[in-house]
């Protein structure tokens, strides 16, 4: 059975840095990539990005390039989003999903999602 | 970027009824090098994940009730639900994954009425 087993959810200050993960099991790691998707409270869905764990390529959406790192841990069947500096705007549902990796890149299964809450 | 715009933002449907949901992309998802549409449906209920129902337009995933059917072309989609039953209140969503970002429309919510 596919899994994807989120980290839980987290509390920080404004400027804190952070890095939630998910662990895959069922399935080889390599063979598929890994999203990202946002979903800020009350809000629809937003992608971020996408990784090959096996060779660690990353595409980012626009909206995220740049505040937000991708990357992945084949070692341990692991994918991560981080941040080097939050902000109170990026307190939202994070969900990572699995995509194929030969243009089949809808979101097959899903974590659970990680609850993040920036605050003051 | 490819923008995705789904209607009506939110449908209350009678129970046995049928529910079309449609969904409008800024450019063609059709890549003429596979001949196929780059369009899934997903299905979010309150305090779950999203839920993958189609892909590449009309398949259904593994364990998705038959009265789900996606259909359309190009850049106009439309999900169905062919008899609306209470489990199937939730958020639906269509998502491009031809280019990057793949992008997902605004979600529109089914209710019964």
Not at chain 1, 50 to 58: C, F, K, M, N, R
Not at chain 2, 8 to 22: F, K, Y
Request: aromatic share 12%; proline share 4%.
């Amino acid at each position: 059975e596919v899994q994807l087993v989120q980290s839980g959810a987290e509390v920080k200050k404004p400027g804190e840095s952070l890095k939630i993960s998910c662990k895959a099991s069922g399935y080889s790691f390599t063979n598929y990539r890994i999203g990202w998707v946002r979903q800020m409270s009350g809000k629809g869905l937003e992608w971020m990005g996408i990784i090959h764990p096996g060779d660690s390529d990353a595409r980012y959406s626009p909206s995220f390039q740049g505040q937000v790192t991708i990357s992945a841990d084949k070692s341990i069947n692991t994918a991560y989003l981080q941040w080097s500096s939050l902000k109170a705007s990026d307190s939202a549902m994070y969900y990572c999903a699995r995509a194929g990796n030969r243009g089949d890149y809808y979101l097959d299964s899903w974590g659970q999602g990680t609850l993040v809450t920036v605050s003051s | 970027d490819i923008v995705m715009t789904q209607s009506p933002d939110s449908l209350a449907v009678s129970l046995g009824e049928r529910a079309t949901i449609n969904c409008k992309s800024s450019q063609s998802v059709l890549y003429s090098s596979t001949s196929r549409n780059y369009l899934a449906w997903y299905q979010q209920k309150p305090g779950q994940p999203p839920k993958l129902l189609i892909y590449w337009v009309s398949t259904r995933q593994s364990g998705v009730p038959d009265r789900f059917s996606g259909s359309g072309s190009g850049t106009d989609f439309t999900l169905n639900i062919s008899s609306l039953q209470a489990e199937d209140v939730a958020v639906y969503y269509c998502q491009q994954y031809l280019y990057t970002p793949h992008t997902f429309g605004q979600g529109t919510k089914l209710e019964i009425k």
